[in-house]
């Protein structure tokens, strides 16, 4: 898919397929294309170029048949600000053939306690749950959320995280994007990476952490890197970053136990004592920032 | 509960009916709008046929006079000023982008829109007729107002409609605010709503009653005032801004 700005490429030839059932996390910096992609898909805007389908339907072509199978959660804004949050919900409720009873969802998404509070009112928090679960009214097979949990509460984000694993097990199809890379670990089937308009990554978490081990401590700093590598088997790496904090990676496999002996054997020798030393596979963070790199995105 | 999905879109009728209950609640909630599309049309009614403090001539009582300006005011009130400024808000706070995510078509959120204006001007109607009444107004008119007048509104109402939506649809909010709110002060002034347009000179009379407002007031006082049948020249005004504007409207209104 391809979507031109003006003379800007906001998404450059990307493709993904998210499969039915499963919960997908498009994740990318600022400006990668996410949000873009996400409304070619809800119909907001048609590609210049490429093959879209969602549930079968050309968006461009079939919106009306497809907009009663989708929920939408915008990445802010959306509902009338002076409309309190109950009437909100049994407005779009009358949308839909077969909604969820307003007052449940309410209660579901925890916001019973403001029904009569104006959208305009609540918190930042509040209000992106009343946007989620307004996604959620007329019981859609495929839900996109864009960024759910930004501005909530750790609260919050446990319990949306917990709805979306509810609506997972019952059988609707999520597509999210988000900057938390924890949250994208925790409830997706499938991580696609993005940026600069196009698919950098793309498999299960497991798959994109891979099997790397890491091996972390902290000791006294400038110990001797080399000496160290040295003295543990050879598809090793070892470097200090930041000053004190030390990395052993072996990039194609785990962290033995005899690496392990190995490491401590050699600080013996020197009498340094590594304190949180830590064994650990890469974390989708660590993958994220290798392959979008460390520099600050408009 | 579960989340087990089974989508479907409501009928059509229901997604009108639903969404313009909402927007006639919020409207009717709204002090700012409740002020422009009933308070002052009320006071002026009030004001000026208690007190002569303007000299309308053509052998009309006072409030003979005012009552058909008051309705064409509030008629303008309601379809441009209050639609403008509403529309211009919703398209600013992505109301309207969230709602193309429904299944309710744009088709049907303009027609719950109408459904809104219709339903805020029978109210207007009937308030500021019973006050007119009150306030000893006597209507001068032939049997066909009855359908004449509807006319005469509902032509009016699609004009103003058709000039709300190009201007909430193509200025930011807060210029939409402002040039609503000023275009309803000037046609209140030069709209043949309290101030007679007999009054000024026959070359800016003709053209005054070539605007919308200046053809309803206009309208509706030959009907309601001097018992004209059929006020050719109004209608066929009006007939003609309502295309322009819903033309403008339909090509350069902007969703986000």
Known sequence: MVKRYGALTAVDGLTLTARRGEVTAILGPNGAGKTTTIEVCEGYRAADAGTVRVLGLDPARNLQKLLPRIGVMLQSGGIPPAVPAGEYLRLLSRFHQNPHDPAWLLDTVGLSESKRTAYKRLSGGQQQRLSLAAALIGRPELVFLDEPTAGMDPQARHATWDLIRALRADGVSVILTTHFMDEAELLSDHVVIIDAGRVVADGSPATLTGSAGQLRFRAEPGLDTDSLLSALPTDCAAKESPAGHYLIEVPSGTIEPALLAAVTAWCAERAVLPSSLRIESRTLEDVFLELTGRELRS | ?256
Do not use: C, H
Request: aromatic share 8%; net charge positive; proline share 5%.
């Open chain 2, 1 to 256: 509960m579960t989340f087990a999905p089974a989508p479907g879109a409501a009928p059509m009728r229901q997604m009108v009916a639903a969404q313009a209950g909402l927007e006639t609640r919020t409207l009717l909630r709204n002090g700012e709008q409740l002020t422009l599309t009933l308070i002052i049309p009320l006071l002026l009614l009030a004001a000026f046929s208690l007190e002569p403090l303007v000299s309308f001539g053509g052998g009309y009582t006072r409030i003979d006079f005012l009552t058909p300006g008051v309705i064409a005011l509030a008629v303008m009130s309601t379809a441009f000023t209050s639609q403008a400024i509403a529309t211009g808000f919703e398209r600013r706070y992505g109301v309207l982008k969230r709602l193309g995510a429904e299944p309710l078509s744009r088709t049907g959120l303009i027609a719950a829109k109408t459904v809104t204006v219709i339903a805020v001007e029978l109210g207007q109607a009937v308030i500021i007729m019973l006050v007119a009444l009150a306030l000893g107004w006597s209507p001068n008119a032939v049997a066909a107002a009855i359908v004449v007048v509807p006319l005469l509104v509902l032509l009016g109402t699609a004009a103003f409609s058709g000039f709300a939506l190009l201007l909430a649809g193509t200025l930011r909010a807060e210029a939409t605010l402002a040039a609503a709110n000023l275009i309803y002060v000037v046609m209140l002034g030069v709209g043949g709503v309290v101030f007679p347009l007999t009054k000024f000179p026959p070359g800016v009379r003709s053209l005054l009653e070539l605007l919308p407002t200046g053809a309803l007031s206009t309208g509706l006082r030959d009907v309601l005032a001097n018992g004209a049948a059929f006020p050719a020249k109004n209608i066929v005004t009006l007939a003609v801004w309502a295309v322009v504007g819903i033309a403008l409207a339909a090509r350069f209104f902007r969703w986000e």
